[in-house]
């Protein structure tokens, strides 16, 4: 190809030299807008999309709070000690029984020293539950009631003559009125009543959980089993190990072992046959035999 007709390509009309001029300045433009402008989008603020990222940040620092945070430790009272509560305590079943035994004689322990010497667990043991345990108020109270009683009231119990009340007849308001006895309590008095069939002595107050050895003392003040209720006696001789088990004072243990102690050796002359049975609550032998018959 000659030079000529080489040439010919480059030779452009007024047209077409104005087109290409227009291109290069608009190629030009482009160039500058590029390398000038800033193209950075910028985000509003959304006021409602700030307050979720606020409390959204508040969210996630209350987790982690509760996370790092101790384990909230529950007192609890050491008389209603289960199997299981007593194995993640790191008592042995042996001190588990000592504990379930004590119990079933309906007797309480009412302090820390006193635990131990039931359970027979060991000191270091008891120096790291024994924060844990948590008794009725009124033990803890228990001096001030002492204290009560060292202010001169005798005057006042010399004019006011004390009028006293069948135990099987007294009301909640009759309960109450006595110093010591709440509403609580008083409730506690009924429905040991209901559940027995009414009491055949005041020292059956020791069973209602809760009273102080001074309130039962002026329970007594107030107070008598002046005459002995009608109760639906037990037939120790014929009765089920269902109705022995259902008994107040007999537990399903026991009823079985009356059960078999009785067939062995035949009917229950009497309350000292009875005594006779293993684990039978001997100290409230006179209380039981009121509630049973024997013929």
Known sequence: MSFKELQTYFKFSK????????????????QCIYFFTDFSSKTESDPQKQEWLSLQAEVDSMKLNRNNSSPKIYLFNPNFITDYKGYKLGMSVEEIDRLFEFRKTNKYVNSAEEFQQVTKVSDSLLKEIAPLFKFPDWLNNRKEFKSYNKFPVEAFAKNDKIVVIDINEATKEDLIKVYGVGEAISLRILKQKEIIGGFVSMDQM????????????????????????????????????????????????LAKDILT????????????????????PVDKAKIISLYLDFN
Do not use: C
């Open 15 to 30: 047209e077409q030299r104005t087109g290409i001029l227009s291109l290069f300045i608009i190629i030009i433009s482009l």
């Open 206 to 253: 020791t069973d209602v959980w809760g009273l102080s050895p001074e309130v039962i003392e002026k329970l007594n003040l107030h107070f008598k089993v002046l005459k002995v209720p009608a109760i639906k006696k037990v037939d120790i001789n014929n009765a089920s190990l269902k109705d022995l088990s259902q008994f107040h004072y007999f537990r399903y243990a």
């Open 261 to 280: 102690y009785r067939s062995m050796n035949g009917d229950f002359k009497n309350i000292e046959d009875l005594t006779k049975v293993k684990g039978f």
